[in-house]
């Protein structure tokens, strides 16, 4: 009984025959004092199981919380206990585990094409296929992919991570970031499963400061950046659909005062800026999430403020300290775009809304009751 009032600790019994009586115990094994409690997460939940049979055999299963989904579902990440219940107390026969299944199998993905135009300062090509840790490409730094379980899915070019709508992140450290300063470029071939609830950066340094790439609840994209003392922003003339990969390139020019961003390779909205220079921060540089927000829409209370990344597939992610012209943004495009069939059929599970049987309008409906 961890605190007086078993905040987190549940038992039941599920199963209650004349041939055994099943317990299942959930509990949170560790967390700090205070209201609300601290320290909760999901890797100190414990699950247990007890089958008692009348003979007083009983057998335990000990399941422990892990960082990794699939550590979780892994069938050998449990502790077996078999023992006798006696008049005088416990007698232990065997106990066993805990083991591991080993990582997920990699995948494969589409050819990998190695020929990007200009010379990133930074790359992420996401082709690892597995595991839990990416490299930028160019001087090799690696980062850890943040989240309940990194997704490894098909991608323009190899692999491509899954960004699961809520914790999934990549962080390069402030000491690596590139320094940028009269012209910059932020290019992503990306794949959006869910709009996001607001302003969510593919790639950023610093919120609402520095540099940012990204797409807004209105399924628009977007490139932000701090020119001298002003945050200029500049957001694309159409909608992005769902389901589909798209080329997203922003570039800078404060030489020429020029801003302007691409949709597969093709100039889609444009403005001027001051001739200043590009003020990056000591912020690291994140990939698929940024700071707490309050939701654009009023799809929650004006109360409400969290954290939430991108949800859909990044892939090629790449930073340019210079502002690359229409004609090399397009060449960037054409140099990793999938055929058709391909472009239209991301590799991601699609997402139903209920609609009714009858017309296919979106709305809840009866399936049992009258």
């Not at 905040?7 to 019994?13: G, L």
């Not at 939701?295 to 929650?300: A, D, K, L, T, Y």
């Amino acid at each position: 009984m961890p605190d007086k009032v078993n905040t987190f600790s549940r038992v039941a019994i599920i199963e209650n025959t004349a041939s055994r009586v099943v317990v299942h115990w959930r509990y949170l094994a560790t967390f700090g004092a205070g209201n609300p409690k601290l320290g909760i997460d999901v890797a100190n939940f414990v699950d247990e199981y007890f089958s008692i049979t009348p003979d007083g055999k009983v057998s335990r299963t000990v399941k422990t919380g892990t960082e990794k989904v699939y550590g979780w579902y892994d069938p050998l990440n449990k502790t077996t206990q078999h023992f006798s219940l006696t008049a005088t107390g416990l007698v232990e026969h065997e106990k066993i585990g805990p083991a591991s299944s080993g990582p997920p199998k990699r995948v494969e993905g589409n050819p990998v094409k190695t020929a990007p135009v200009g010379t990133p300062v930074k790359h992420w090509r996401f082709d690892e296929g597995f595991g839990d840790v990416t490299k930028e490409s160019v001087d090799g730094s690696s980062s850890a992919i943040a989240g309940h379980r990194s997704f490894w899915k098909t991608g323009v070019s190899g692999t491509a991570l899954q960004f699961d709508g809520y914790n999934t992140i990549v962080v390069l450290d402030p000491a690596d970031a590139p320094d940028i300063a009269e012209g910059l470029t932020l290019e992503a071939w990306i794949a959006i499963g869910a709009y996001p609830w607001g302003w969510c950066p593919i790639i950023q340094q610093g919120d609402d400061a520095g540099y940012a790439l990204g797409v807004d609840a209105d399924a628009r994209a977007g490139i932000k950046v701090q020119v001298g003392d002003a945050y200029e922003e500049l957001l694309s003339e159409t909608q992005l659909e769902r389901n589909r990969w798209y080329h997203v390139a922003g570039v800078v020019d404060t030489t020429s005062g020029a801003m302007a961003l691409y949709i597969d390779g093709v100039l889609n909205s444009s403005r001027s800026v001051r001739s200043a220079e590009i003020r990056t921060t000591s912020n690291a540089v994140q990939i698929g999430q940024g700071r707490a927000r309050r939701p654009s829409g009023g799809i929650r209370v004006s109360t409400f403020i969290d954290t939430y990344s991108f949800d859909g597939l990044i892939d090629e992610v790449k930073i340019h300290d210079t502002s690359l012209s229409a004609e090399q943004v397009a060449a960037s495009h054409e140099a990793f775009r999938l055929p058709e069939a391909q472009l239209s059929r991301p590799d991601m599970e699609q997402r139903a809304l209920p609609a009714s049987p009858s017309t296919g309008d979106f709305q809840g409906f009866y399936t049992k009751l009258r």
